[in-house]
DNA sequence: CTGTTAGCGCATTCAG
DNA sequence: CTGAATGCGCTAACAG
């Protein structure tokens, strides 16, 4: 069933069934009556594919992530997919993984099928090698990259101000009296180096002492570095991580060692994340609005999709969300 | 940039260039190197589009689930999105939420873009409203449903022994001495009704208490309708739950009365999720296999597009992981 | 082994 | 307001 079956039935052309499709106007009322009623008579769905052929688009975009599993992703995707739903746009997942010629296959798949857009959550493709790929496709496709940053044309960036909240937090855990801190962070990513650059930042303003630790991810590293630092004879009275599992990993070897939470320690993890109303004590940490990210990079792509000028960056505020662990 | 072009600057037909680019044989070796030199050269990419227009497909899935920041619905989407993509298929994600509207909407997009199929997670298509749509889809693409079920032809599923789950929990604490059950549920899907099933059918067999409440998602539902039950007197010493969240809401309001985990209550969860192990004491819950769910979902649907036969029923046994709350 | 040809289903001119 | 004709880029016969 296509375009010329339910033309012959309607007795039109198909001319005028792809313009009751498309809704584009200059349709005589009663022929148009006379279509749709075919239309819906066979519940017709026109092909998407066909109509690519035309419009060079099917109205889809490619989100590329490392891994859906992970909270953050998957809230920043989440919204990402709900907001393009309203414009009629598809979403492709692509998880990555940290393999490099996964990325380059997804890229290439991506391409393949002519998205409109791909959105980059996190920095998968901070690897130097990849800068060429990317800088490619840009030409043709933009590219949004939600918490990230690369200065280049049709290449635009949403972010949080992350090193802003690792300040604040510092800030106001030396308001509390607090003068040890521990930072731990399992990532380099571009976000990674903000939160580190927003600790080193903080730390230097006062007269505090500071450790910076890079780990694994998940709680399991995180239990174990505490551990060993603990067990060194180091001291501390606040650890800042880069995640909400980290904080919870450090919050867990602490209760081992009967550390009293937040009176000896205080604890402040990343991105308000489920988890952290989960672990005891609840967890502070920073909201890195991750909600907020999904939705302006739509809008951010929009804007760009329809040709209006826009900023090659966003940046948005984050909040500190304060529980039991400050 | 088409294969035309390619055509033209290698000096061979695009009938050839169709042939290398689809590896069909039939080329011999120094034409295909021609024909490939001029490929590398403009790093051509060939339309999916188009040929989507002939093959009538464009290698592509669509899944479709609730929510992907369900923790749940992320591992098993995350499972099928790997298995896919190494056999050379995209997905396209939908979060339909629980709007009718929106479900019809995502279902017509896919079938728009002429998608291989749609694999249903969880059962986000249990109103009986939505059944002429699938049943219809299901006429031209085949279904394949995590932890779901629909008897009709094309429509396959994958599911976990939920029902057994429970029963081997409740068979477990029986013989730990525990007598008196509460079972907290949040969902009346499909599989919903396997654990509500296989709890009532494991408490039947014993000299048991139980009660059983249908509770609303989330920690904070589950904190609440414990903490009226206990302030109505009602006692138990074991709480079984359909979800780790919900678990954790149980365990958090246990706390809050002072009441010894295990000794006095033991709790267990379901999906054995990350959430299991940040909370305090870390919670016992049951292994949903969800990343087998979806390899073996895709493993299904490969058979299917392949035209082999395959059982419309694949059941997946879950299995018991004790942590501290046990 | 290679080339020619004919569509796939639709949007889009351009006439009328 | 409507219709006829064209072509998007590719695969799949078919002929040679």
Redo the contacts between chains.
């Keep these: 069933m296509n375009i010329y079956d339910i033309a012959k039935e309607a007795n039109v052309s198909i001319a005028t069934v792809s313009r009751v499709l498309n809704d584009s106007g200059n349709v005589r009322d009663i022929t148009r009556q006379k279509v749709e009623a075919v239309l819906k008579k066979y519940?017709y769905?026109?092909?998407?594919?066909?109509r690519?052929?035309i419009t060079?688009s099917?109205k889809?975009i490619g989100?590329v992530t490392i891994?859906?599993?992970n909270?953050y992703y998957?809230?920043v995707?989440?919204s990402i997919?709900?907001s393009l739903?309203v414009l009629g746009f598809?979403?492709?997942?692509?998880?990555t993984g940290y393999d490099i010629d996964?990325k380059i296959?997804?890229l290439?798949?991506?391409?393949?099928?002519?998205v409109d857009s791909i959105i980059l959550v996190g920095s998968p493709f901070k690897d130097p090698s990849l800068d060429k790929p990317i800088e490619?496709i840009s030409k043709n496709t933009p590219i949004i990259i939600v918490n990230g940053h690369y200065e280049y044309p049709n290449i635009y960036s949403v972010q949080c101000n992350d090193s802003k909240a690792l300040e604040k937090s510092v800030d106001y855990l030396v308001s509390k009296g607090k003068n040890s801190f521990l930072y731990l962070y399992d990532a380099e990513t571009f976000s990674g180096r903000q939160k580190l650059l927003g600790f080193m930042n903080a730390v230097s303003k006062y007269n505090v002492k500071s450790e910076i630790f890079l780990i694994k991810p998940g709680?399991e590293a995180a239990y174990n570095k505490v551990k060993k630092l603990l067990d060194s004879g180091l001291a501390f009275d606040a650890v800042l991580t880069s995640e909400d599992?980290t904080a919870?990993g450090v919050l867990?070897c602490l209760?081992s060692y009967n550390f009293q939470v937040p009176e000896e320690v205080s604890v402040m993890g990343f991105n308000n994340s489920?988890?952290s109303?989960?672990?005891?004590p609840a967890l502070s940490t920073v909201d890195s609005k991750m909600e907020d990210m999904g939705r302006i990079a739509v809008k951010v792509l929009h804007k760009v999709l329809k040709g209006e000028k826009v900023e090659a960056n966003t940046i948005i505020e984050p909040e500190l969300v304060f529980r039991e662990t400050t």
């Design positions: 519940n769905v026109p092909s998407a594919i066909a690519g052929m060079n099917l889809t989100i891994d859906i599993r909270l998957a809230n995707a989440h997919e709900q739903s598809n979403t492709i997942l692509c998880n996964q296959k997804y290439r798949m991506l391409v393949e099928k002519k490619q709680l599992l919870i867990k209760a489920v988890l109303i989960c672990c005891t």
